[in-house]
């Protein structure tokens, strides 16, 4: 088992920055991807970042060149750094950590095997 435990999440003006935590605990190991995924009522759980432990990125269409993901192997914690926040990156904010994930199926919630509980991102106009 391993048990993620997101922070950093909170309200923020539209253009302005927020950072992102995910810290990771138990069966831990240097296979797992973490990721990050968000959601918004009504709508599907959608990928927003992934790395590896070689550190190689993954991003969403949506978010690249204003979020980036990092992630401290040796604290076991991935980051997601957001910058020019837009109000349609308002969402619950998970972080997942996956063993099975390939450069094809890095963006599919399936795929991954732990979740977090979520933060809450709200950007305001």
């Known amino acids: 088992q391993v048990q993620l435990v997101e922070s950093g999440g909170g309200l923020v003006q539209a253009g302005g920055s927020l950072r992102l935590s995910c810290a990771a605990s138990?069966?831990?190991?240097?296979?797992?991807?973490m990721g990050w995924f968000r959601q918004v009522p009504g709508k599907e759980r959608e990928f927003v970042a992934a790395?590896?432990?070689?550190?190689?990125?993954y991003y969403a269409d949506s978010v690249k060149g204003r979020f980036t993901i990092s992630r401290d192997n040796a604290k076991n914690t991935v980051y997601l750094q957001m910058t020019s926040l837009k109000p349609e990156d308002t969402a619950v904010y998970y972080c997942?950590?996956?063993?099975?994930?390939?450069?094809?199926?890095?963006?599919?919630?399936?795929?991954?095997?732990?979740w977090g509980q979520g933060t809450q991102v709200t950007v305001s106009s």
């Open positions: 138990g069966r831990t190991s240097s296979s797992y991807v």
């Open positions: 790395i590896r432990y070689s550190r190689i990125t």
């Open positions: 997942a950590v996956g063993l099975s994930v390939s450069s094809t199926n890095y963006d599919l919630t399936r795929i991954y095997d732990y």
